[in-house]
């Protein structure tokens, strides 16, 4: 994979949201360690992925279609989190404040432009 590739799409991500991205990570499943991202949070990272295996395993559990695209978390102090599934291999998390970005942009705009360039960086 090439890391320079994610790097430029984690700049794009920094440019489209400006000041309201507070941090994002690209990792991968298997360990949840991050490939590239902006003001890291590896903590944060590992346990994003470990919460898709498990809202998964909770999700099965109770009869329900499994995750899709992402997760949305909204939080104190009107912070947005997400959890996106790129694919079976790799899993992309931002940190936005919610105050500085219309959510109609964030998911309407950035998730899927950024989705699609991270699958095709990764599908290489």
């Not at 090439?2 to 690209?26: F, M, P, R, S, Y």
């Not at 902006?38 to 944060?44: L, M, R, S, T």
């Not at 105050?99 to 998730?111: A, E, S």
Request: hydrophobic share 45%; no cysteine; glycine share 6%.
């Amino acid at each position: 994979m090439d890391i320079k590739k994610l790097n430029a799409i984690v700049e794009k991500v920094k440019k489209d949201l400006g000041d309201a991205l507070i941090a994002t990570d690209i990792w991968t499943t298997a360990d949840g360690q991050s490939l590239a991202g902006f003001n890291p949070q590896p903590k944060a990272t590992a346990l994003m992925n470990q919460m898709v295996k498990r809202t998964n395993e909770a999700l099965k559990e109770a009869k329900f279609p499994l995750l899709n695209r992402y997760f949305i978390h909204h939080l104190e102090g009107n912070h947005i989190a997400t959890t996106t599934i790129i694919d079976d291999n790799h899993g992309w998390g931002i940190l936005i404040d919610a105050n500085k970005v219309q959510l109609g942009i964030f998911l309407n705009v950035v998730v899927p432009e950024t989705m699609d360039a991270f699958k095709a960086v990764v599908a290489e």
